[in-house]
């Protein structure tokens, strides 16, 4: 099974996380008791979050007790206060350099970013933060004008819906496509299968 751990934080955007987590559970779902995904919320603490818009939800485990991750999914929103949080920034180089794949959803690629000062590949966020991405991380190759970037280890999205559209991608990498066109099918999502 894949640990899947979707890290949040207040004013995180809701569908960055909560588009994700549908994918992967219902994937799971699709599978029966073969239940390929276990997805699950990170917070820096156990105590409920307050997403944007006052939405609030209660994180499965914090950053100091949830089990071994697989794939890190760091959502996008109101990034800039764990820009300089340096207990998460610790967390998030300490897991990316732990799992087999980073994934971030809209501006999640700033917290990577800032956290892993050593990543330079090709990634994107969305539209409305590409300026500011490019101005603030030149090392990196920012793409516009698509719904995810897949360097390999290192899968990056644009905003908001686009992280479904990375997240069943995610599903064809980590399983089989057949699985992620038939999560599409049952979440009645266009899914945009290429980049």
């Known amino acids: 099974m894949v640990n899947i751990g979707i890290f949040i934080y207040r004013d995180a955007e809701v569908l960055d996380f909560s588009g994700p987590f549908e994918v992967f559970s219902t994937a799971s779902r699709l599978c ?6 276990s997805v699950f919320l990170i917070a820096e603490g156990s105590e409920a979050v307050t997403a944007r818009a006052g939405y609030t939800v209660v994180p499965h485990y914090s950053i100091d007790d949830h089990p071994p991750l697989d794939v890190l999914i760091i959502s996008g929103g109101v990034h800039t206060q ?4 340096e207990k998460i920034l610790a ?3 300490q897991q ?3 799992v087999k794949l980073t994934a971030t959803v809209c501006t999640g690629i700033f917290i990577l970013a800032q956290a892993v000062e050593s990543l330079s590949c090709s990634v994107t966020t969305h539209w409305e933060d590409i300026n500011d991405l490019k101005a603030m991380f030149s090392r990196l190759d920012v793409i516009q004008g698509v719904r995810w970037v897949d360097e390999g280890s290192i899968v990056s999205s644009g905003g908001i ?3 479904i559209d990375m997240s069943l991608h995610l599903v064809s990498k980590l399983h089989r496509e057949n699985l992620a066109v038939k999560t599409a099918r049952q979440m009645e999502f266009a899914w945009v299968r290429s980049a």
């Open 32 to 37: 029966g008791t073969e239940s390929p995904f």
């Open 82 to 85: 764990q820009m300089t949080n």
């Open 91 to 93: 967390w998030v180089k």
């Open 96 to 98: 990316s350099e732990y």
């Open 161 to 163: 819906s686009a992280g």
